[in-house]
């Protein structure tokens, strides 16, 4: 039983700051590089950062670089993302999740959550 719970959604004005918290039951995650995932209606789920397993090395895709933070705390088995300078578009369910790929962003199918939702809007 692998559970993976996202928190810390809400919402957010235009240039504010939100920290998502991602944590695990069933498996530690010191085995796995962790990602962070979005979805919004009708388009399809996109990977937009991802940790290494001791914290080492961090991806961000061109959408959120220089604006979210990624880190992670495996004594606490919980990784997190900081989102700073949030705009409009980024707006959607937040999910955490294994990346299952070594050079790209892809969780593992069985593992996903609910998810926390950002809402970014005046």
């Known amino acids: 039983q692998v559970q993976l719970v996202e928190s810390g959604g809400g919402l957010v004005q235009p240039g504010g700051s939100l920290r998502l918290s991602c944590t695990a039951t069933?498996?530690?995650?010191?085995?796995?590089?962790i990602g962070w995932f979005r979805q919004t209606p009708g388009k399809e789920r996109e990977g937009i950062s991802c940790?290494?397993?001791?914290?080492?090395?961090?991806y961000y895709e061109d959408s959120v670089k220089g604006r979210f933070t990624i880190s992670r705390d495996n004594a606490r088995n919980t990784v997190f993302l900081q989102m700073d300078s949030l705009k409009y578009e980024d707006t959607a369910v937040y999910y955490c999740?294994?990346?299952?790929?070594?050079?790209?962003?892809?969780?593992?199918?069985?593992?996903w959550g609910q998810g926390t939702r950002v809402t970014v809007s005046s």
């Open positions: 069933g498996t530690s995650l010191d085995y796995y590089d």
């Open positions: 999740n294994v990346n299952i790929r070594r050079y790209s962003l892809v969780g593992y199918d069985e593992y």
């Open positions: 940790v290494s397993r001791t914290d080492g090395s961090k």
